[in-house]
């Protein structure tokens, strides 16, 4: 289902939402997060798909490769490391500490009795295990029951403590803060609650580092409206929209371009809150192949972007996703072949099903001129599970992508 925004605005960047996140604070997060060895020492890719937007009857689609940006193979690299950072230069703040150092051990004797906790679907846990093993402080990591074997491996890989509960994902959060406040950990989630709104805020920020990137790679003189006409985000609870969108948001002003959340059909929290005006609950299952998608209740910080900074929110069905992972692996319509795991290829998925109807598409005001921008969130984070949705493995289509005679790369 496609629901129009009726609050949405094109206005310059409210002075208000530029008070929780900014352009400055990404490009900040940019700086710190380059000392960490576990990030590639680059942008990442921004590739043109010129025959898949032909077929799909758009004027370009590009798509910003966040699989590609760690071994960690998501864009959750960018959240969680920078808000365990920023959490420790609080918890001491004359120490001295320095971010960059801080993400190279250099303090691991002063913070070795420090632990965190995250609730996580895989991605956001595994990241923030990753930057508390290089750090030198604890981590915890609460898992529910549908998260995978595979991909609680590719977590407790990192040193983290698992604890597994019989529920949920929003009751895993849950039992997360509760753990912290009995242990004396502190959460680092990226879901704001009542009280609890500066780690998120700082998760939030680190996503801008994606649009950064973007808005480099494409440069064009301030005051120009986006190179692109329409923005592709993936829902969840609503973090990673709110750090992308912002970032355009206050970089493009009233000429922002147009944003479409995307959301599993049965984990729709956004999409309930947009029609609702308030920050609301999924009446769904909460159980979709996305599983870094399959969040039950909205950030309510993360809402004060969405609310009036997303013009559309769309809900698409698993098959949706799944034939967007092999129309990127094959390469299907003759371009470069990407690696792109459930969640990641949810904006191809949604484009797919707004171009396959007239009336749709109408009502999200794409054409033959459009612009796209999609953002592949992850790569394939559970190899398994991959394989069996796309009928070979992750390595064979890099293979693939690297013998690729034709790419074009921006």
Known sequence: ML?????????????????????????ECRLWISFWNR???????????????????????LIKDEGDRSVLGSFKALGAPIALVRLILRRWPSSGFEPGRLFQGAYKNEVADFTVISATDGNHGKALAAAAQSIGCGCVIVLHAKVSKEREQAIAQYGAQIVRIAGNYDESVEEAARLGRVNGWEVVSDTSYEGYEEVPRDVMQGYGVISAEIV????????????????????????????????????????????????????????????SGIPSRTNGSVDSVMAGLACGETSPLAWKFLETGADFFLTIEDSDAT????VLAEGRHGDIPLVSGESGAAGLAALQVLRASDVLARQAGLTD???ILLINTEAATAPA?????????????????????????L
């Open 369 to 371: 001129a459009s612009r």
């Open 323 to 326: 034939e967007a992972m092999r």
């Open 385 to 409: 599970i991959y394989a069996e949705i796309v009928g070979t493995t992750d390595d064979a289509i890099r293979a693939r992508q690297a013998a690729w005679t034709s790419p074009v790369t």
């Open 39 to 61: 990030i590639y020492a680059r942008a990442t890719p921004l590739r043109a798909l010129p025959r898949l937007a032909e077929h799909l009857g758009v004027g370009s689609v």
């Open 216 to 275: 480099e790679a494409l440069s064009a003189p301030e005051g120009q409206g986006a190179p692109f006409t329409h923005v592709f985000l993936q829902g969840g609870v609503g973090g990673l929209a709110a750090g992308v969108l912002s970032y355009f948001w206050e970089r493009y002003g009233d000429k922002r371009p147009q944003v479409v959340i995307v959301e599993p059909a049965q984990a729709d929290c956004l999409y309930q809150s947009a029609t």
């Open 3 to 27: 629901f129009t925004n009726p609050a949405a605005i094109k206005t310059a960047y409210p002075t208000e939402l530029k008070a929780i996140l900014s352009k400055a604070g990404a490009d």
